[in-house]
């Protein structure tokens, strides 16, 4: 199924009209139905707008994987956002208890960390081949560490990130 057939389907399984989707998306309602009618392709900005509306993938949108396919892994994702929903309240917890120095440090490499994966994993295929166990060793290693051994390791991760050997 292609993106103007997935469109369609999206739009009619929540029982909306081409306006309603045009008003609740900014799109205009001729757009909506080139799309439909396959006339036109949407362009990045309107592509982000109408898988933010239906919270789908663009992929799924532009119907490059099948609706089973769509929901089986849908439901993966939530159940992992629902635990990642709850950790966070448990750090939240948890740093409500801590001194400010340390409160200082966990929000500001969470943040980092938090800002890297949005720009090298969510928008980028060039960490597709990571896998999470890879993710998670290297921080689990690194919280292993001494302060003396941190400090190494950063050095370290700056050398290997200068050898084209290892770079993408």
């Known amino acids: 199924m292609g993106y103007s057939e997935t469109l369609k389907?999206?739009?009619?399984?929540?029982?909306?009209?081409?306006?309603?989707?045009?008003?609740?998306?900014?799109?205009?309602?001729?757009?909506?139905?080139?799309?439909?009618?396959?006339?036109?392709?949407?362009n990045f900005k309107s592509m982000a707008a109408l898988e933010k509306y239906f919270q789908v993938s663009g992929e799924y949108l532009r119907g490059e994987i099948s609706r089973e396919a769509f929901l089986k892994d849908h439901a993966v994702i939530q159940d992992k956002v629902e635990n990642l929903t709850e950790l966070?309240?448990?750090f939240k917890d948890e740093l409500d208890c801590s001194s400010q120095e340390n409160k200082l440090?966990?929000?500001?490499?969470?943040?980092?960390i938090i800002e890297m994966l949005t720009e090298n994993l969510l928008h980028s295929d060039t960490f597709s081949d990571l896998s999470a166990e890879e993710i998670s060793a290297?921080?689990?290693?690194?919280?292993?560490?001494?302060?003396?051994g941190r400090s190494e390791l950063a050095k370290r991760a700056?050398?290997?990130?200068?050898l084209v050997q290892y770079q993408k």
């Open 9 to 42: 389907d999206l739009r009619k399984s929540r029982n909306l009209t081409r306006q309603q989707l045009a008003d609740n998306t900014g799109l205009s309602v001729h757009t909506i139905i080139s799309y439909e009618k396959g006339r036109r392709k949407p």
């Open 88 to 90: 966070f309240q448990a």
């Open 105 to 112: 440090l966990a929000v500001t490499v969470l943040g980092y």
């Open 138 to 148: 290297v921080f689990s290693s690194i919280f292993k560490l001494n302060r003396e």
């Open 158 to 162: 700056t050398e290997l990130t200068q």
